[in-house]
């Protein structure tokens, strides 16, 4: 069973700068594929960025203001989030999948000040 424990969320004022740690235990982290995702109050929750082996994708919203990463040796992935808006507040959420396996962490608030 894969668990997924997500940090480094807060309170930021727009212009500023968080970093987000998904930590990976239970299984072998190369074999799964990470992404972020966020939910905001009274929306569903959508996409952020994802990342394979290499590769990674990003909303169109947050592309050249975030970046995604992976670092095997701590089984951990970061989401590096700049330039802060505050349409940015949201609950974040790391997933894990491979295959039909699709795991979720527990979320982290991030809520940026105007």
């Known amino acids: 069973q894969v668990q997924l424990v997500e940090s480094g969320g807060g309170l930021v004022q727009a212009g500023g700068s968080l970093r987000l740690s998904c930590a990976f235990s239970g299984r072998t982290f190369s074999s799964y594929a990470m992404a972020w995702f966020r939910q905001a109050p009274g929306k569903e929750r959508e996409f952020v960025a994802s990342i394979g082996t290499s590769t990674t994708y990003y909303a169109e919203s947050v592309t050249g203001r975030f970046t995604i990463s992976r670092e095997r040796a701590k089984n951990t992935v970061y989401l590096q989030m700049n330039s802060l808006k505050p349409e940015d507040t949201a609950v974040y959420y790391c997933?894990?999948?491979?295959?039909?396996?699709?795991?979720w962490g527990q979320g982290t608030q991030v809520t940026v000040s105007s």
């Open positions: 997933n894990a999948k491979n295959g039909g396996n699709n795991y």
